[in-house]
């Protein structure tokens, strides 16, 4: 039985060969509708032998996705976009499948790479697949991308689009297989993902017009909403959602976004509600621990988190936000542990590795925190927290001149940085240096007690006795 693989693009020049190639041997036709490109992307499609067919956009990716299914010739359709691949030992369930009677149409796995691992559904990457091998975990969701050619099977929705089984004949039937679609489209370029999100924001308002009565509609519009870090607009659409629907995982988005705002109450009892309606999940637990460890309800938060474990022992959040939980409650070890197995868990996770590093710095083992924290300020030169922290090290361990080059790096000047700046000069005894920086980290900041005390050492070494008495008084008078 023969295949016609589907695609639409726009504007995908350095993706779309790679898509085509990782299905190409089984497909018997490929067809690409274009619908705006203006980079080489049809050059591209044109080397590979292929006649892209042009389409005007309309606001729409139903619309477009639905006119290669009217190209198409073939007895199945394989659906895909640019920034997707199957690998090669999937590609041979695929051809079973369609040589057989039985289903109308099959979900296959949509993996969506992601950086960080808080996303809902967040899942280890165990690197069974080489395309997935530069990502630490993925979040699945099946999707029907695998049907029968026929004119009653056609996508629905101007944005997040799909084959929809509610909308469709119930004569109609459809199975799983476990075929893994890898998805980027989370993982590429910065720039990328922001214009994605702002235009499916601006499709979502666009359905909710002509469409006010669409639950789904609302709901995919809140998570753009919090996606692009507008909570209040996306709280407003997950309690719509609630209303048309009373599907208690609106409430779960809606508390994420309540926590966002600080609005503790409001999300712990929109997650406390939730789990009355029988969601009993990780994540409404994982949000209720966090919501506890924001208000420092520990012995609460901690009890949430001990749930989220049990349930996937597998959760660097949950190791890493109960070892927080331990920090505070004064259990370092217990705390240690934690981050240690968050890190295992997902090599990546910068926080933990920060916080790890932290625990070990205090307890005077400088070189293995030192180890943990320069890989992460190497590849992430842009977080301040990671770099002051290594700085801090750097000094504590008295190393003043790989603190003044972890600090030159850096472009913001912040109060913090200053006073790191000036307490490596003092290490170094360059008292004027050292002074001048620490006074300007005080104008920006009058808390910070070790500029003082750093302030009326040198003073002290000055012979200004009477100033470095002052400042040695001022750091009593803030405790």
């Given at each position: 039985?023969?295949?016609?693989?589907?695609?639409?693009?726009?504007?995908?020049?350095?993706?779309?060969?790679?898509?085509?190639?990782?299905?190409?041997?089984?497909?018997?036709?490929?067809?690409?509708?274009?619908?705006?490109?203006?980079?080489?992307?049809?050059?591209?499609?044109?080397a590979l032998g292929l006649s892209p067919l042009k389409?005007?956009?309309?606001?729409?990716?139903?619309?477009?996705?639905?006119?290669?299914?009217?190209?198409?010739?073939?007895?199945?359709?394989?659906?895909?976009?640019?920034?997707?691949?199957?690998?090669?030992?999937?590609?041979?369930?695929?051809?079973?499948?369609?040589?057989?009677?039985?289903?109308?149409?099959?979900?296959?796995?949509?993996?969506?790479?992601?950086?960080?691992?808080?996303?809902?559904?967040?899942?280890?990457?165990?690197?069974?697949?080489?395309?997935?091998?530069?990502?630490?975990?993925?979040?699945?969701?099946?999707?029907?991308?695998?049907?029968?050619?026929?004119?009653?099977?056609?996508?629905?929705?101007?944005?997040?689009?799909?084959?929809?089984?509610?909308?469709?004949?119930?004569?109609?039937?459809?199975?799983?297989?476990?075929?893994?679609?890898?998805?980027?489209?989370?993982?590429?370029?910065?720039?990328?993902?922001?214009?994605?999100?702002?235009?499916?924001?601006?499709?979502?308002?666009?359905?909710?017009?002509?469409?006010?009565?669409?639950?789904?509609?609302?709901?995919?519009?809140?998570?753009?909403?919090?996606?692009?870090?507008?909570?209040?607009?996306?709280?407003?659409?997950?309690?719509?959602?609630?209303?048309?629907?009373?599907?208690?995982?609106?409430?779960?988005?809606?508390?994420?976004?309540?926590?966002?705002?600080?609005?503790?109450?409001?999300?712990?009892?929109?997650?406390?509600?939730?789990?009355?309606?029988?969601?009993?999940?990780?994540?409404?637990?994982?949000?209720?621990?966090?919501?506890?460890?924001?208000?420092?309800?520990?012995?609460?938060?901690?009890?949430?988190?001990?749930?989220?474990?049990?349930?996937?022992?597998?959760?660097?959040?949950?190791?890493?936000?109960?070892?927080?939980?331990?920090?505070?409650?004064?259990?370092?070890?217990?705390?240690?542990?934690?981050?240690?197995?968050?890190?295992?868990?997902?090599?990546?996770?910068?926080?933990?590795?920060?916080?790890?590093?932290?625990?070990?710095?205090?307890?005077?083992?400088?070189?293995?925190?030192i180890d943990l924290l320069k890989p992460v300020v190497?590849?992430?030169?842009?977080?301040?927290?990671?770099?002051?922290?290594?700085?801090?090290?750097?000094?504590?361990?008295?190393?003043?001149?790989?603190?003044?080059?972890?600090?030159?790096?850096?472009?913001?000047?912040?109060?913090?940085?200053?006073?790191?700046?000036?307490?490596?000069?003092?290490?170094?005894?360059?008292?004027?240096?050292?002074?001048?920086?620490?006074?300007?980290?005080?104008?920006?900041?009058?808390?910070?007690?070790?500029?003082?005390?750093?302030?009326?050492?040198?003073?002290?070494?000055?012979?200004?006795?009477?100033?470095?008495?002052?400042?040695?008084?001022?750091?009593?008078?803030?405790?």
């Amino acid at each position: 039985m023969g295949i016609s693989l589907c695609m639409i693009v726009k504007n995908e020049q350095d993706w779309v060969e790679a898509a085509v190639h990782s299905v190409r041997s089984i497909v018997s036709e490929v067809i690409i509708v274009d619908t705006g490109s203006t980079d080489s992307t049809l050059d591209r499609i044109q080397a590979l032998g292929l006649s892209p067919l042009k389409f005007e956009w309309k606001d729409s990716f139903a619309e477009a996705r639905n006119a290669s299914l009217e190209a198409a010739t073939q007895p199945w359709i394989l659906v895909l976009d640019a920034d997707e691949r199957i690998a090669p030992g999937d590609l041979a369930q695929i051809v079973r499948v369609t040589e057989r009677t039985g289903a109308d149409g099959y979900h296959l796995i949509q993996r969506n790479y992601v950086f960080g691992n808080q996303a809902p559904g967040w899942t280890r990457n165990a690197g069974d697949y080489e395309e997935g091998k530069s990502y630490a975990g993925y979040v699945d969701n099946p999707l029907i991308r695998l049907f029968r050619n026929s004119p009653n099977l056609r996508f629905h929705g101007a944005v997040h689009e799909i084959i929809d089984p509610s909308r469709l004949s119930r004569d109609l039937k459809f199975a799983s297989i476990p075929v893994v679609i890898h998805h980027y489209g989370k993982v590429r370029e910065q720039e990328y993902v922001a214009s994605k999100q702002h235009f499916y924001l601006a499709l979502g308002l666009k359905k909710i017009q002509e469409d006010p009565a669409n639950s789904k509609a609302y709901f995919d519009l809140g998570i753009q909403y919090q996606e692009l870090g507008r909570h209040a607009e996306a709280c407003t659409c997950f309690e719509r959602t609630f209303e048309m629907t009373k599907t208690p995982v609106a409430l779960l988005y809606g508390a994420i976004s309540e926590k966002r705002l600080r609005n503790y109450d409001s999300a712990s009892k929109l997650l406390k509600r939730a789990l009355k309606l029988g969601l009993d999940t990780f994540e409404v637990h994982l949000e209720l621990g966090n919501v506890y460890l924001a208000q420092d309800e520990l012995l609460s938060a901690g009890a949430e988190y001990s749930v989220c474990l049990k349930i996937n022992p597998e959760s660097p959040i949950a190791a890493f936000n109960q070892g927080l939980v331990q920090r505070r409650m004064g259990d370092a070890r217990a705390a240690e542990n934690l981050y240690e197995r968050a890190l295992q868990i997902d090599p990546t996770f910068r926080q933990a590795a920060v916080e790890l590093a932290m625990l070990r710095a205090a307890d005077k083992r400088y070189p293995e925190a030192i180890d943990l924290l320069k890989p992460v300020v190497e590849h992430h030169p842009e977080l301040r927290d990671a770099r002051l922290a290594l700085a801090t090290t750097y000094i504590q361990a008295n190393n003043p001149d790989e603190a003044l080059k972890v600090l030159a790096a850096s472009s913001n000047m912040d109060a913090v940085a200053l006073c790191l700046l000036g307490v490596a000069h003092f290490q170094k005894e360059n008292l004027d240096e050292a002074q001048r920086l620490l006074e300007a980290a005080l104008r920006q900041d009058r808390s910070l007690k070790d500029a003082r005390v750093n302030l009326a050492r040198i003073y002290e070494r000055k012979g200004d006795h009477a100033r470095a008495q002052r400042y040695m008084q001022s750091v009593t008078l803030t405790k």
